[in-house]
């Protein structure tokens, strides 16, 4: 059971440069997110989507773009890179409305560590 | 807005002995729900604990429980026989239980050491 999978787990960019974070799962989850975690800060929401066609930003959105054309997949583009985004980016996932059956129970990828030259 | 609070940077304790994580949550709301996270060294988060405000009674899962005052706005974590395996970080998130909300605030956490 795959889960929740992020690619790539690591990478590197220069300033300005373009990337794409992916982010797939395999239960059919309707709400998906991606958070970034930098040191003193916690999880801050970047963007998240509660069904295919539907994306909404979070607290942090600025630099970063999602779509969702499909419920298993839900990238986070980086369209001019910027040190300030080097952080380790989680993708997750839950049943639909975060405070329904299974309230909070968002299930995590392992991370993706960005830096940003 | 929400805000989550977690006073305790670091925190260490020593192995088979009991250890308590703060937090606290400004909200104006009165249901809700909140949690506990676990991130060990691996980042992959796993919920702990989950507590839904419109009940009395503090959870419990096996060594973990929460000690849960509404009316404080305190949401504390109890670890007790910490084992070297409880070496993560700990956050503390909350979530608005009305309407449609897909929203979780998560506070900015506390790493636990266990020691042997």
New interface residues.
């Given amino acids: 059971n795959a889960g929740v999978t992020q690619t790539p787990k690591f990478q590197v960019l220069k300033t300005g440069q373009s990337m794409t974070l992916q982010c797939a799962q395999d239960m059919n989850h309707e709400?998906m997110?991606w958070?970034r975690q930098d040191p003193?800060?916690?999880?801050?929401?970047i963007h998240?989507s509660?069904g295919a066609g539907i994306t909404?930003q979070?607290?942090v959105p600025n630099g970063y773009n999602v779509s969702r054309s499909t419920t298993e997949d839900f990238p986070l583009r980086l369209l001019s890179a910027a040190p300030s985004q080097t952080s380790?980016y989680?993708c997750?996932s839950s049943y639909s409305?975060?405070?329904g059956v299974t309230?909070?129970?968002?299930f995590?990828g392992?991370?993706s560590r960005l830096t940003v030259l | 807005a929400q805000t989550?609070t977690?006073s305790q940077?670091e925190m260490s304790v020593q192995e088979a002995e009991t250890v308590t994580l703060s937090c606290t949550y400004d909200t104006s709301e009165s249901n809700?729900?909140l949690?506990w996270y676990k991130q060990p060294p691996?980042?992959?988060?796993i919920?702990v604990i989950?507590q839904?405000a419109y009940k009395q009674q503090n959870a419990t899962e096996n060594r973990f429980s929460v000690n849960f005052q509404k009316a404080a706005k305190s949401f504390s974590l109890k670890i007790s026989d910490s084992q070297l395996g409880d070496t993560a970080m700990y956050?503390c998130?909350f979530?608005?239980?009305?309407g449609?909300?897909?929203?979780?605030t998560?506070?900015?956490?506390t790493l636990l050491t266990v020691n042997p």
């Fill in positions: 709400y997110s958070y003193g800060m916690g999880l801050r929401l998240y509660v909404d979070g607290e380790v989680f997750a409305n975060l405070a309230a909070g129970e968002l995590f392992e991370g | 989550v977690q940077p809700y729900y949690f691996s980042r992959q988060m919920l989950r839904e956050f998130a979530i608005y239980s009305g449609s909300n897909y929203k979780l998560f506070g900015k956490g």
